[in-house]
């Protein structure tokens, strides 16, 4: 039998199918799907999710390009095997069996645009996105990064709550990106490695909800994409050591969350074999960053409201 890594379309290959398809020789490790893998983010976080050593089959899924994106990410001699799925009738095969699935499908912001006009176009794509999760695999952690965050994460809560599978603490936005993009900055300006800066992300993912605690600033970047799949494959492997039962993994994520009054907040939360296992609370915050929170919660509430709002009206 050749080698599945060598047949970039294989869903129809037996070998791959179920709950024990392993990568030959790979280490035992989880099932991890990327919807929208074509895309400017896609790629470099399909190529940075070939490399983890956690992740033991890769599904690569978007309405374009999956063929030849996949061919070429599955020539890395790494040990996970990457399957690739074009268009909406596979998408059901994409789905099936994931632990982890990662959503950067959507349109992305140009020059001049707010990630709320992306709304009207991101919205219906997720909807049918998660729709699949809640049918093919609905203990599936799912890490939404598709724009406006703030909406789409309340979007495929409804969708869950719809089809009977909520689970809050498997619903993750992430919001990593903005956490990165601070730590390199604060790293800058103080002329420390920035791997050595945590500040803490905290409100939403859009505008004055992006509430970074410079306060809390631990020292011991027209729109993204490499450093997104960064920040993207980054909390993917936060997820993936917390499934294996790592303990002490933090991360900031927009979440169904009680810090705050509002239904969803970004926060540090702890990750663990079930997804989320604790929030954090906020921690101490300093005059301009209490009312920095009061307008973002303004802000993100009206967000949160229309994404509910787009599922049941
Ligand atoms: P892109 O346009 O380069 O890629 C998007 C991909 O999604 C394309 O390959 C497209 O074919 C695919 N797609 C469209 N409809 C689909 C569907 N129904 N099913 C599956 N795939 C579908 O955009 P880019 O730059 O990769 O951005 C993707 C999303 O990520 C945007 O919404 C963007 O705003 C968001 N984003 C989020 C960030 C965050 O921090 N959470 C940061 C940067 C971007």
Not at 162 to 190: C, I, M, Q, S, W
Not at 199 to 227: E, F, M, N
Not at 236 to 245: E, T
Not at 284 to 304: C, D, H, V
Request: aromatic share 4%; glycine share 12%.
């Amino acid at each position: 039998r050749p080698h599945p890594a060598s047949h970039p379309l294989v869903e129809d290959v037996p070998l791959l199918r179920g709950s024990n398809c392993r990568a030959k020789g790979a280490a035992p490790g989880f099932k991890v799907a990327i919807l929208g893998a074509a895309g400017g983010i896609g790629q470099p976080l399909a190529l940075l999710m070939k490399m983890n050593p956690l992740v033991s089959v890769l599904h690569l899924y978007d309405v374009v390009n999956t063929p030849g994106v996949t061919a070429d990410i599955s020539h890395m001699n790494t040990g996970a095997v990457v399957r690739g799925f074009l268009g909406q009738p596979q998408l059901e095969n994409a789905l099936t069996g994931m632990d982890l699935v990662i959503i950067p499908a959507g349109v992305p912001r140009k020059p001049g645009m707010t990630r709320d006009d992306l709304f009207n176009i991101n919205a219906g794509i997720v909807r049918t996105l998660c729709e699949g999760i809640a049918k093919c695999c609905p203990n599936a952690i799912a890490n939404v990064i598709s724009n406006p965050v703030n909406s789409t994460v309340p979007i495929a809560a409804e969708v869950f709550k719809k089809a009977g599978t909520y689970d809050p603490k498997r619903l993750l936005g992430v919001t990593t990106l903005d956490v990165v993009r601070a730590n390199t900055f604060v790293g800058e300006v103080l002329g420390l490695d920035p791997r050595e800066v945590n500040v803490p992300v905290i409100g939403g993912h859009a505008g004055i909800t992006i509430l970074p605690l410079l306060s809390q600033a631990k020292a011991g970047a027209g729109s993204a994409t490499l450093s997104m799949a960064y920040a993207a494959a980054k909390f993917a492997d936060a997820c993936l050591r917390g499934l294996r039962g790592d303990g002490g993994i933090v991360e900031c994520s927009y979440v169904a969350s009680q810090v705050t009054e509002l239904p969803f907040f970004a926060s540090k939360v702890q990750l663990g074999r079930g997804g989320i296992e604790e929030i954090l609370p906020l921690g101490p915050l300093n005059e301009f960053e209490r009312a920095g929170l009061e307008k973002a919660k303004k802000e993100l509430g009206k967000s949160i409201q229309k994404g509910v709002s787009f599922i049941n009206k």
